[in-house]
């Protein structure tokens, strides 16, 4: 007889959901376990991943994604096991976490659900893993911030039930769906999870409807979990906001009354202006602060610039007209910061090389600009010059300013980074930060073996290697040191500037994230080159400019494609953001595209067309692979040349 069903619901999370069944695969021991996975059409090669490193996983492949209440349910229904967790593949179990969970509730026969204590990428306790029942009175308590002033109060702090104890087993309202234990006799009677909640608000709604069916919900400390919170959705963004809030309005209005729930929707609705308002700025200040900042920086000096070269060109006390300093200056620096954009000047970690690529770009238009406008309009092809100077000084000692006062995307990129594992995977893990594009200071290997026996002493050991060498991230080898001790450390280690990661054993990927309100970072041997926002966007505007530039040309160019309609079609594709010009080369075999990041498909592929009837699927996914790996804008544009002919194809 089975006595657990583990059920994962993935969606486009492949590195963490690899780390996660390896977790689950180390904690299901000698228990009687099957392991469901059920993927809402994810793009980024997890099917595969799953398929040829956890064969004994029971997949199931949605075409589309039903969302997260209606994916478990599919599981759930297929489940054999006397007890069914719901699980979330951003999440790293211990070893004992099955055992000690079942063993629990074997002996509590009134428990329906039991949860675990959770805790972020950087060791730190979530307080979500215990809650109580969102009552209009709970929720304005959180709505309006009475509970995060007041944690320890047994009125103010019901949210989280922040007045309990961590570290104490409790009877709570609210369990959390990232880590929930269900008795499958509680789940028959209390019924499936609510498909009206696509994703947020099915937790609280089972484990209500589980109370509500004579059972009780337990928070259970003496086992941990890791949950990389914030892979799925960035909790700081609108989106989040208004589905989060919008499960809760669901609650209430299947579960209170309706005087009740009009009050709870009507602190809902607030909710969501509020908390949405407060994104909004958020995000509008995050992403803007620096480009008001250039702004602002140039402007105060181009003014003082412009002073002098008037008093210098004409005659003392001259200066611009108003028109120029309140119309055309501005222009000119929106003209420059648009290029500082568009070359990548503002992504982080911020590239100072690429705010001057930017400068330099501008100051090209702008001239070219100046030498179309009326002469009325053009005020001093020197002064641009001039200017032009002082926009690259100012972006250089804006972010040199920034990078002093360590401020977040200025910060010093290279680690200094110790890795905790045995010789051989230490290795490992060093040729893979070896083939990524981090920059890295030291790196220090520790041997737990050198350390003895796994206790409190090693972990202290730890620390003083970590002093001795100035370490800022950490990196376990999950191969060789057991969950427990890698949490126990990440609990216990202060880390205000460090960072903690988890190499899987066999993987690509390096796994961590150190905030609730990021997604979590990887350090991946760099295959998704392609799928960075910065190759995204030049890939783009080569697609738009080239398709642009291939529509005006037609009259001449059409006569030289083999299918002329074709390469009509295939320029209105590219143009409608349909194709690109250039994508993965298909593989008969079952036309997939194993591990690779998601591009648009292709008019032409990496692989030239003769040679694509020879090639092996194995040769193809080679080539596919490197050039995701090591994507350039040049790439394409060999490509295009080789094959112009072929546009129509």
Same mark, same amino acid.
């Given at each position: 007889?089975?006595?657990?069903?583990?059920?994962?619901?993935?969606?486009?999370?492949?590195?963490?959901?690899?780390?996660?069944?390896?977790?689950?695969?180390?904690?299901?021991?000698?228990?009687?376990?099957?392991?469901?996975?059920?993927?809402?059409?994810?793009?980024?090669?997890?099917?595969?991943?799953?398929?040829?490193?956890?064969?004994?996983?029971?997949?199931?492949?949605?075409?589309?994604?039903?969302?997260?209440?209606?994916?478990?349910?599919?599981?759930?229904?297929?489940?054999?096991?006397?007890?069914?967790?719901?699980?979330?593949?951003?999440?790293?179990?211990?070893?004992?976490?099955?055992?000690?969970?079942?063993?629990?509730?074997?002996?509590?026969?009134?428990?329906?659900?039991?949860?675990?204590?959770?805790?972020?990428? $950087?060791?730190?306790?979530?307080?979500?893993?215990?809650?109580?029942?969102?009552?209009?009175?709970?929720? *304005?308590?959180?709505?309006?911030?009475?509970?995060?002033?007041?944690?320890?109060?047994?009125?103010?702090?019901?949210?989280?039930?922040?007045?309990?104890?961590?570290?104490?087993?409790?009877?709570?309202?609210?369990?959390?769906?990232?880590?929930?234990?269900?008795?499958?006799?509680?789940?028959?009677?209390?019924?499936?999870?609510?498909?009206?909640?696509?994703?947020?608000?099915?937790?609280?709604?089972?484990?209500?409807?589980?109370?509500?069916?004579?059972?009780?919900?337990?928070?259970?400390?003496?086992?941990?979990?890791?949950?990389?919170?914030?892979? /799925?959705?960035?909790?700081?963004?609108?989106?989040?906001?208004?589905?989060?809030?919008?499960?809760?309005?669901?609650?209430?209005?299947?579960?209170?009354?309706?005087?009740?729930?009009? @009050?709870?929707?009507?602190?809902?609705?607030?909710?969501?202006?509020?908390?949405?308002?407060?994104?909004?700025?958020?995000?509008?200040?995050?992403?803007?602060?620096?480009?008001?900042?250039?702004?602002?920086?140039?402007?105060?000096?181009?003014?003082?610039?412009?002073?002098?070269?008037?008093?210098?060109?004409?005659?003392?006390?001259?200066?611009?007209?108003?028109?120029?300093?309140?119309?055309?200056?501005?222009?000119?620096?929106?003209?420059?910061?648009?290029?500082?954009?568009?070359?990548?000047?503002?992504?982080? &970690?911020?590239?100072?090389?690429?705010?001057?690529?930017?400068?330099? /770009?501008?100051?090209?238009?702008?001239?070219?600009?100046?030498?179309?406008?009326?002469?009325?309009?053009?005020?001093?092809?020197?002064?641009?010059?001039?200017?032009?100077?002082?926009?690259?000084?100012?972006?250089?000692?804006?972010?040199?300013?920034?990078? @002093?006062?360590?401020?977040?995307?200025?910060?010093?990129?290279?680690?200094?980074?110790?890795?905790?594992?045995?010789?051989?995977?230490?290795?490992?893990?060093?040729?893979?930060?070896?083939?990524?594009?981090?920059?890295?200071?030291?790196?220090?290997?520790?041997?737990?073996?050198?350390?003895?026996?796994?206790?409190?002493?090693?972990?202290?050991?730890?620390?003083?290697?970590?002093?001795?060498?100035?370490?800022?991230?950490?990196?376990?080898?999950? +191969?060789?040191?057991?969950?427990?001790?890698?949490?126990?450390?990440?609990?216990?280690?202060?880390?205000?500037?460090?960072?903690? +990661?988890?190499?899987? &054993?066999?993987?690509?990927?390096?796994?961590?994230?150190?905030?609730?309100?990021?997604?979590? +970072? @990887?350090?991946?041997?760099?295959?998704?080159?392609?799928?960075?926002?910065?190759?995204?966007?030049?890939?783009?505007?080569?697609?738009?400019?080239?398709?642009?530039?291939?529509?005006?040309?037609?009259?001449?160019?059409?006569? *030289?494609? +083999?299918?002329?309609?074709?390469?009509?079609?295939?320029?209105?594709?590219?143009?409608?953001?349909?194709?690109?010009?250039?994508?993965?080369?298909?593989?008969?075999?079952?036309?997939?595209?194993?591990?690779?990041?998601?591009?648009?498909?292709?008019?032409? $592929?990496?692989?030239?067309?003769?040679?694509?009837?020879?090639?092996?699927?194995?040769?193809?996914?080679?080539?596919?692979?490197?050039?995701?790996?090591?994507?350039?804008?040049?790439?394409?544009?060999?490509?295009?040349?080789?094959?112009?002919?072929?546009?129509?194809?």
């Amino acid at each position: 007889m089975v006595k657990l069903s583990v059920i994962i619901v993935n969606y486009n999370v492949q590195h963490f959901l690899e780390h996660c069944l390896y977790s689950v695969r180390k904690a299901v021991k000698e228990l009687p376990v099957e392991i469901h996975v059920v993927d809402n059409a994810s793009v980024d090669g997890s099917l595969e991943m799953v398929r040829e490193k956890f064969p004994e996983v029971k997949l199931i492949e949605n075409a589309k994604n039903v969302g997260f209440s209606a994916a478990n349910n599919q599981a759930i229904k297929l489940a054999k096991g006397e007890y069914v967790l719901l699980l979330n593949p951003d999440t790293v179990v211990e070893e004992e976490t099955f055992t000690k969970m079942i063993a629990f509730m074997d002996a509590h026969p009134e428990a329906g659900a039991l949860g675990v204590k959770m805790i972020d990428g $950087s060791g730190n306790f979530l307080a979500e893993s215990k809650r109580a029942l969102p009552t209009p009175e709970v929720a *304005f308590y959180k709505v309006f911030g009475l509970s995060a002033v007041f944690p320890k109060s047994k009125r103010f702090g019901k949210y989280h039930l922040t007045y309990l104890p961590v570290d104490e087993i409790n009877e709570v309202d609210v369990l959390s769906g990232a880590c929930m234990l269900l008795r499958k006799a509680a789940l028959d009677k209390a019924g499936l999870l609510d498909e009206g909640f696509f994703m947020y608000g099915e937790d609280i709604d089972i484990s209500y409807r589980i109370t509500q069916a004579g059972f009780k919900n337990y928070y259970y400390p003496e086992t941990r979990i890791i949950h990389y919170k914030g892979e /799925s959705t960035k909790k700081s963004s609108v989106n989040y906001v208004i589905i989060f809030y919008n499960a809760m309005r669901i609650f209430a209005e299947k579960h209170f009354s309706r005087k009740n729930a009009r @009050l709870f929707s009507f602190l809902i609705n607030m909710a969501i202006f509020i908390r949405a308002s407060i994104a909004i700025v958020h995000r509008f200040v995050k992403r803007a602060a620096l480009p008001i900042a250039d702004f602002l920086f140039i402007y105060a000096g181009y003014y003082f610039i412009s002073l002098f070269y008037a008093n210098f060109k004409f005659s003392p006390h001259s200066s611009y007209s108003g028109y120029f300093m309140l119309f055309i200056l501005p222009l000119y620096i929106i003209i420059w910061l648009l290029c500082v954009l568009l070359s990548g000047g503002y992504d982080r &970690p911020m590239k100072g090389w690429k705010a001057v690529r930017g400068a330099l /770009s501008g100051t090209a238009i702008i001239l070219i600009l100046y030498a179309l406008l009326p002469e009325e309009y053009r005020f001093s092809r020197a002064l641009i010059l001039i200017g032009s100077v002082w926009v690259i000084i100012s972006l250089i000692l804006l972010r040199q300013m920034l990078r @002093l006062l360590k401020a977040n995307g200025f910060k010093k990129d290279s680690l200094r980074i110790l890795i905790i594992g045995k010789e051989e995977e230490c290795k490992r893990v060093h040729s893979l930060l070896d083939q990524t594009q981090i920059k890295i200071e030291i790196v220090q290997y520790l041997s737990p073996q050198e350390q003895g026996s796994y206790n409190v002493n090693v972990v202290d050991s730890w620390k003083e290697r970590m002093t001795v060498y100035n370490i800022n991230e950490v990196i376990f080898c999950a +191969k060789d040191l057991s969950s427990h001790l890698i949490m126990d450390a990440m609990s216990s280690i202060p880390h205000p500037e460090l960072e903690f +990661k988890i190499a899987p &054993p066999e993987s690509w990927a390096v796994i961590g994230s150190n905030s609730i309100h990021t997604s979590g +970072k @990887l350090y991946v041997i760099d295959v998704h080159a392609i799928n960075t926002t910065p190759n995204i966007r030049s890939k783009r505007m080569l697609d738009l400019s080239s398709a642009f530039l291939l529509l005006v040309l037609s009259p001449i160019l059409v006569w *030289f494609q +083999k299918h002329p309609l074709g390469y009509f079609a295939n320029i209105i594709s590219v143009i409608v953001g349909k194709k690109s010009w250039v994508g993965y080369a298909h593989i008969k075999v079952g036309n997939k595209l194993p591990r690779l990041p998601h591009i648009k498909p292709g008019v032409l $592929s990496p692989v030239t067309i003769t040679d694509m009837a020879d090639a092996t699927p194995e040769t193809i996914n080679s080539i596919n692979a490197i050039y995701a790996r090591d994507y350039r804008v040049l790439t394409d544009l060999s490509i295009i040349w080789k094959n112009f002919r072929s546009l129509g194809i």
